[in-house]
């Protein structure tokens, strides 16, 4: 078997979907501790720690109890790689979030056991629907009272649509936790309430009928699981493999993230369930990873990851072949042909280069604004990867700047920070200063704190009077002219010189479309 096949059917590259607070960050931590990517628990917190104090714009993360950027984690376990996107669980990042998921093959779901689904469970639940990316279900916090697994179970399966095959089940919760029983190996693992930050497990291999079931958990919880697993065992399907990767069953994991208790199940159910790097489609065909030319696409861009770099970082999932370094890649948007000299892989604490990588990894290319979101490399074919999604801006707000003499630095970390696809600027043609567009409120004290901080200029946005933005396009260049010349105050550029039509609301956007029945209006900058 060729190399390229060998590695990438190690690799496990997913994400965890939570709503805030569900425990997704606590539960990151306890898996790169299994990874031994990090020595103990606190680690992830500290690393966050650390960037506050070198970046400002990251106290809005932990005042609000918000995860602001996605980033990757690269860790092993029992032979296998994984790759874990973060993607931050706050509303107003979602557009963030929804290109993360265009890059992982399967998805871990967390929920609090007290609150089963919750919005933004849901929704990102969708995005993953969309395309048909199988999700693994972890019930967090059994450790406390939460709500009747079987209740939680029912939930999922109407809340969401899909069929739930239990693989652990819960012995007791809360103060009663016990254990949880996998019902796939029929075995018991141990909950030692003492052993939080350890990840040794303790498991007793003993099936329902076996009396040391009830030495192991006492009596009247032995008996209450065997009760739980006979309905369990009656009312939803077995795990089905081709089910679960059509993304129309979900198993389901209990435990605690924080008591590091049904971790490990967890992490074995990814490792041997999920998915190693699928094909991917592109506009003319469908890449299949083991080919053996290289191709990937950009799914993210970040500024200043090190603010005294200034470096801008493109995060590109491989999707096929066996990238080696300094390889030559065709950068299929522009034609040209780019060196990758210095990619990185990302560690749960550190960057290493990239020599090589396959299928499934992510690497960050340093660049300097060639590559953006959406972008497809590969070996020379001319291809694009599709489903990356644009994102309309819905809230617009005129940038405010306190001193003057640092339009031109603005206009660089407007231009920067719009980079990473979060917030896109417009330049008004009647020479009023920027307008700014994002998908929420929230973004603006994003944008104004990382400016101060990574820019050192004071900022601020306004209401512009502006609701709504439209890119406009004619086919008749006369048209467009006669347009523009009727909407003056309402015309501006994006960065590539795009023109864009700013809304000062609904019915004046209604009356523009009336009246030039010739010009398109479209939401994004892609033309439909
Ligand atoms: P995130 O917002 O989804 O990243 O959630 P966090 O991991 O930050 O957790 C939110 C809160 O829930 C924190 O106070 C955690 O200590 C707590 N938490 C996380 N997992 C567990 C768990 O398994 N049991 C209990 N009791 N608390 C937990």
Redesign the pocket.
Known sequence: MSTLIQELALRRTFAII?H????????TEKLLMFGGAIQMAGAVRARGEQRRTRSDWMAIEKER?I?VSASVMSFEHEGLSYNLLDTP?HEDFSEDTYRTLTAVDSAVM?LDAAKGIETQTLKLFEVCRLRDVPIVTFV??V??EGRDPLDLLDEIEKTLALDVAPVTWPIGMGRDLKGVYDLLRDRVILFDPGRGDHIAEIAVDANLDDPRLDEAVGKAAADKLRDDVELVRGGYPEFDLESFLAGHLTPVFFG????TFGVAELLKGVGRLAPAPLARKADSRTVEPAEDKVSGFVFKIQANMDPNHRDRIAFFRICSGQFKRGMKLKHVRSGKVMAVYNPVFFLAQSRELAEEAFPGDIMGIPNHGQLRIGDTMTEGEDINFLGIPTFAPEVLRRVRLDDPMKAKQLKKALDDLAEEGVSQVFKPLDGSTWIVGVVGTLQFDVLTTRIAAEYNIKAGFEDGGFVTARWVFADEPAEMERFMAANKSNMAQDRDGGLVYLARNSWQLGRAGQDFPKVRFTATREQH
């Open positions: 939570s805030p607070d569900a425990g997704k960050t606590t539960l109890g995860s669980g967390v967090n916090k450790d406390r605690s993230a924080l008591k």
